[in-house]
């Protein structure tokens, strides 16, 4: 299985379940493996035929301007769905950790696992 990787991919955005981060946007690191739907791109040295990372940055970038959540859980649940729905890759792993925002804790958050369901 090839896996394309985004390493430490700030994003700030609404985050949270107080009042306070309903209004100030936090950053936020990201950390995401997605399995590729194929090898071609290998073979044919093609962007055409690659899973485009750059497309997945801004698109990542676009949703959380948008959409604000309240759980971690959510906003790494609509990621994952957007990347296998959108990017047709059929495995993606996510983590979204907070920086900071509890005394004597410099990042806590969340690691998901999803995959293609086939009905
Ligand atoms: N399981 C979770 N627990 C908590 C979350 C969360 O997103 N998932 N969020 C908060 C607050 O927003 C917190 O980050 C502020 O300190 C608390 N617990």
């Known amino acids: 299985m090839d896996i394309i990787f985004l390493k430490e991919f700030r994003v700030k955005t609404l985050i949270g379940i107080y009042p306070w981060e309903k209004k100030i946007p936090q950053t936020i690191e990201l950390n995401i493996e997605?399995?590729?739907p194929s090898q071609q791109a290998s073979q044919t040295d093609h962007i055409e035929d690659?899973?485009?990372y750059s497309k997945v940055v801004d698109?990542?970038?676009s949703m959380l301007a948008q959409q604000h959540f309240s759980l971690l859980e959510t906003l790494t649940e609509h990621?994952?769905?957007m990347i296998l729905n959108e990017f047709g890759s059929p495995w993606v792993k996510i983590s979204a950790a907070k920086l900071n925002v509890i005394p004597g804790v410099k990042q806590l958050g969340i690691c998901i696992e999803r995959s293609q369901s086939h009905h």
């Open 79 to 81: 990621i994952a769905q």
């Open 50 to 52: 690659a899973l485009d």
């Open 59 to 61: 698109k990542i970038n």
């Open 34 to 36: 997605i399995a590729l």
